[in-house]
């Protein structure tokens, strides 16, 4: 929806004018009426709107007067121009002022619906041109009607992140509508534009590059900007820097923001960081990662435990990486959803759902608790189910195997029907039939092939093969005669002679 001004001295018109475009069904909404220039600038001060409809004549400031002072506030602004007067003259200067177009009184609907219609279509392209830049990182949702100040596009912008800090409680105040309100008062006068980035819980800020003048560096802004989030139960990891940001290097500069923030937010403090700040990188992690999923996958619980406890202590103590700890912690989820025996994607998106949810409480100590409550837990799961035997699930597939002895069944088939690896479909089948599954799966065909030719005799050996989804007879011929040392040929002849 697009907002416009009408500025008419005549009531008579100005009401009819506005009654025109309300029923037009055009995106414009009325903003604002005046009743002089002096009225609709001052209004244009206070708050921009997209369109400007304006007399030539009227009291204490004229038409032309009014669009002249307009364009110095707002550059983008559509001016259309209605007068009685048609003479060349204020044409010319109206065209001199980039007026958008010029309607004569009376306005008949037709011509200003025209009018209309067509700023309506430059807007909208402007509008969709302008927030192009925004949409590799900002939600679809929220760009959704995003009406930009022309300031954003005016000159480059500098870009900020802020995050959440970890384990910190929720205060309810962290959402848009709460930072823009809070950054726009610590920026007047100068312009600041908050918007939720598409990738995480986090807020890509935009300030302009004049904010650098009031303060003495980077770091000075962030804790000013710190400061008053706490004052709203808000504690935030920050970075960026003021240098200015082209929109076509926009996404650019975000994921290197995201990075900084990704790799460099701590556990026990909070972290203001401009794009230039490096911390040397640490090493051995995977090893310790490693050390703790191996202790999973041979089940040493207590070991692993009395570890987790010593590392979690440790790591807060040692201003640790949050990164580090959620790397650590997404690890031995997979590690615990692997090791189940009949692992499959329920198992896995059950455990990246608890790590999430303990990665969001409200505090460390708390978080540290749920983790090794949960650990502990998963350990008995593990063992309560290694405990029970593979023979309810064996039955099952033999007897899903036993219904598609007509198919052509694998063992991946079999592995995705019941949610477990095809390995483990395979130490199944191995435990409880002392085969492999292609041996076990063939036993099962050419039984059924022996039971089909005692009850046919007259059946057809190829139509035999095709109905047990053999590639080709004299395929099916080999399999059975290994299985029975009989081919099938000779297996009918000697049922023939028999009781079957």
């Known amino acids: 929806m697009f907002t416009a001004l009408i500025a008419e001295d005549s009531k008579p018109i100005l009401r009819n004018i506005k009654a025109l475009l309300e029923s037009s069904e055009l995106p414009i909404r009325i ?5 002089n220039g002096e009225e609709a600038l001052d209004y244009l001060k206070k708050q921009p709107v997209d369109i400007l409809i304006t ?20 550059s983008s602004l559509k001016v259309v121009l ?8 204020y044409t010319r200067k109206a065209i001199n002022l980039q007026v958008f177009d010029y309607l004569l009184k009376p306005v008949e609907r037709s011509q200003l619906i025209e009018v209309m219609q067509r700023i309506v279509d430059s807007l909208a392209d402007k509008l969709e041109y302008s927030l192009e830049p925004l949409k590799s990182i900002v939600p679809p949702a929220f760009l959704s009607g995003l009406r930009l100040e022309p300031q954003f596009h005016e000159q480059p912008v500098s870009l900020f992140l802020i995050g959440k800090q970890p384990f910190t409680p929720d205060s309810g105040n962290w959402k848009v509508e709460t930072l823009q309100s809070m950054l726009k008062a610590i920026c007047q006068p100068l312009s600041c534009w908050v918007f939720p980035a598409k990738d995480s819980d986090r807020y890509l800020v935009f300030v302009q590059p004049a904010m650098k003048e009031r303060f003495a560096t980077t770091l000075a802004w962030m804790e000013s900007v710190e400061r008053l989030l706490l ?37 026990d403090k909070r972290v203001l960081l401009d794009t230039d700040y490096r911390i040397p990188e640490q090493t051995g992690k995977d090893e310790g990662i490693r050390s703790f999923t191996d202790m999973i996958e041979q089940r040493q619980s207590q070991p692993f435990l009395i570890k987790l406890r010593e590392y979690l202590q440790i790591s807060y103590s040692q201003h640790a990486r949050y990164v580090d700890l959620e790397r650590l ?25 608890t790590v999430k ?49 007509f198919s052509q069944l694998s063992i991946n088939d079999l592995a995705a029907k019941f949610h477990v690896s095809a390995s ?77």
């Open 231 to 267: 004052s709203v139960d808000i504690e935030i990891a920050m970075a960026g820097r003021f240098q200015p940001v082209d929109l076509d290097q926009l996404q650019l500069q975000y994921y290197k923001l995201k990075g900084l923030l990704d790799e460099e937010t701590l556990l």
């Open 424 to 500: 483990y479909v395979s130490r199944i089948i191995k435990r409880y039939t002392n085969t492999t599954f292609v041996q076990y799966y063939m036993e099962l065909k050419i039984g059924e092939a022996c039971k089909q030719l005692r009850a046919k005799p007259d059946l057809k050996i190829k139509e035999l093969a095709d109905a047990l989804s053999f590639s080709d007879q004299h395929y099916f011929s080999r399999v059975f005669k290994d299985h029975t040392g009989l081919s099938p040929s000779e297996y009918k002849e000697q049922c023939v002679g028999s009781e079957f």
């Open 55 to 74: 007399d030539i004549r009227m009291p204490k400031l004229g038409g032309l007067e009014l669009i002249e002072q307009a364009m110095r506030l707002h």
């Open 82 to 89: 209605i007068s009685s007067y048609s003479d060349f003259e």
């Open 357 to 405: 949810e303990m990665l969001e409480q409200g505090s460390y100590q708390r978080f540290c608790e749920r983790c090794v409550d949960w650990c502990a837990h998963s350990f008995e799961q593990l063992q309560l189910r290694n405990r029970k035997s593979g023979e309810e699930l064996f039955e099952q597939m033999d007897a899903y195997v036993k219904l598609h002895k």
């Open 329 to 353: 912690v997404s690890a031995i989820g997979d590690a615990f959803a692997h090791a189940l025996p009949s692992s499959g994607p329920e198992e896995r998106l059950a455990a990246a759902a």
């Open 31 to 35: 903003a604002a009426t005046a009743y």
